[in-house]
C-alpha cells in the first residue's frame, strides 16, 4: 500500500514540474513576443517622427583644430586610447 502511495506522489510531483515548466515557457514565449512587436513599433514611431535611435548620430560635429583652444602639443591625442584596441 505505501509504494502505490509513494507512485501517487512522484507522478503527482512530475505533473507539477512538468504543468510549471510549460507555463514558464509560454510566458516566456509570449513576453518575448509582446517585447518585440512594442520595440518595433517603437522604432517605427521614432521613424515616423524623424527621430534616432543610433546616438552617434545625436553628436555635435568636431570642432576645428584652428577653433579648438584645447588643441595644443600636450593634450595632442589625449583622448585616444593607445594601440589597437576597439576604443582607439
Known amino acids: 500500500m505505501l509504494s502505490i502511495l509513494h507512485h501517487r506522489r512522484v507522478r503527482r510531483l512530475l505533473w507539477t514540474l512538468a504543468t510549471l515548466i510549460t507555463f514558464w515557457a509560454l510566458l516566456a514565449v509570449s513576453l518575448r513576443w ?3 512587436r512594442r520595440w518595433l513599433g517603437l522604432q517605427e514611431e ?4 524623424n527621430e534616432t535611435l ?3 548620430k545625436l553628436l555635435p560635429p568636431a570642432i576645428p583644430n584652428e577653433r579648438n583652444a584645447a ?3 600636450p593634450l595632442n591625442g589625449i583622448r585616444l586610447a593607445p594601440g589597437n584596441s576597439p576604443a582607439a
Open 34 to 36: 509582446s517585447g518585440q
Open 71 to 73: 588643441a595644443i602639443e
Open 54 to 56: 543610433d546616438f552617434l
Open 46 to 49: 521614432l521613424h515616423a517622427q
